[in-house]
T-cell receptor, first 114, second 113 residues
Framework: DTGVSQDPRHKITKRGQNVTFRCDPI?????LYWYRQTLGQGPEFLTY????????KSRLLSDRFSAERPKGSFSTLEIQRTEQGDSAMYLC????????????FGQGTRLTVV | AQSVTQLGSHVSVSEGALVLLRCNYS??????LFWYVQYPNQGLQLLLK??????LVKGINGFEAEFKKSETSFHLTKPSAHMSDAAEYFC???????????FGAGTTVTVRA
């Protein structure tokens, strides 16, 4: 297993367009997390899944954002009607849910809205 | 609610010198505390974590951190800096061991030859 994989690594989009990011967690991990990191700041929690169930969503996740994990494996994060303020690094992480091992982060998707 | 404050957004040290990164937390419950490192254009890598066992926690790459409840601190240290330690470091807190984390703003470390 090569770790948490995110695609694409970079995305440039025009304001108002929709974008979708994909995260493939480590295969045996049942928990998956999404974070957003803006320049010069630490990551901010957005949402997380236990298998296919979305257990918690941050207030940062406006109605334009939606995340899914349909079969409890990969996850997608969609942003509709993108705004310049959405420009950030979107990080995905996964863990086995027991707390006995660490959460592994992917390399992130950098979104630039122009 | 849980939060962390990292004192100093930039730290510059000489190679071979002590690295000290400061982190103070606030938590309504006994916290789980973490230090992560991030290299440019990379994800985050866990250096170490505190989960209410030993107060002195040893991590990877020679780093360690001490949990001090009386000071609500979890400072990260390394006795001797190496050039490869140049990176951004984040302190994080969670109310449980579930990796729903609240991160500090980060401290960028530069190492001078």
């Amino acid at each position: 297993d090569t770790g948490v994989s995110q695609d694409p690594r970079h995305k440039i989009t025009k304001r108002g367009q929709n974008v979708t990011f994909r995260c493939d967690p480590i295969s045996e991990h049942n928990r998956l997390y999404w974070y957003r990191q803006t320049l010069g700041q630490g990551p901010e929690f957005l949402t997380y899944f236990q298998n296919e169930a979305q257990l918690e969503k941050s207030r940062l996740l406006s109605d334009r954002f939606s995340a899914e994990r349909p079969k409890g494996s990969f996850s997608t994060l969609e942003i509709q009607r993108t705004e310049q303020g959405d420009s950030a690094m979107y990080l995905c992480a996964s863990s086995d849910g027991t707390g006995n091992t660490e959460a592994f982060f992917g390399q992130g998707t950098r979104l630039t809205v122009v | 609610a849980q939060s962390v404050t990292q004192l100093g957004s930039h730290v510059s040290v000489s190679e071979g010198a002590l690295v000290l990164l400061r982190c103070n937390y606030s938590s309504s419950v006994p916290p789980y505390l973490f230090w992560y490192v991030q290299y440019p254009n990379q994800g985050l890598q866990l250096l170490l974590k505190y989960t209410s066992a030993a107060t002195l926690v040893k991590g990877i790459n020679g780093f360690e951190a001490e949990f001090k409840k009386s000071e609500t601190s979890f400072h990260l240290t390394k006795p001797s800096a190496h050039m490869s330690d140049a990176a951004e470091y984040f302190c994080a807190v969670s109310r449980s061991n579930d990796y729903k984390l609240s991160f500090g703003a980060g401290t960028t470390v530069t190492v001078r030859a």
